[in-house]
């Protein structure tokens, strides 16, 4: 499975911007899908995460501003994120799991800039 981010860039503080995956084929062997981050001189962090179910866990960080959503029909996930700071400046991969042969999958990241 390859997984394609696309939406990074630059935005204002309090400002909102979208992120979207497609991933290369049918996702409804992905066990999970979702977003991490790696902001410079820090370690890559989960940022929320979408089960097959539709259940969802977002870090405490990003809770209440950002939403993840998948659409197996699409084969996408998406990360739509509100009241962005500075702090949430990152690059922003893409990622997936699957039960079937316990394998991970990421995608090249996107790099999202929040500043004035």
């Known amino acids: 499975v390859q997984l394609q981010a696309s939406g990074g860039g630059l935005v204002s503080p309090g400002g909102s911007l979208g992120l979207s995956c497609a991933a290369s084929?049918?996702?409804?062997?992905?066990?999970?899908m979702g977003w991490y981050r790696q902001a410079p001189g820090k370690q890559r962090e989960l940022v929320a995460i979408?089960?097959?179910?539709?259940?969802?866990n977002y870090a405490d960080s990003v809770k209440g501003r950002f939403t993840i959503s998948r659409d197996n029909a699409k084969n996408t996930v998406s990360l739509q994120m509100n009241s962005l700071k500075v702090e949430d400046t990152a690059v922003y991969y893409c990622?997936?799991?699957?039960?079937?042969?316990?394998?991970?999958?990421w995608g090249k990241g996107t790099l999202v800039t929040v500043s004035s």
């Open positions: 979408a089960n097959s179910g539709g259940g969802t």
């Open positions: 084929e049918g996702i409804f062997t992905l066990t999970l």
């Open positions: 990622y997936a799991y699957s039960n079937v042969g316990n394998m991970n999958y």
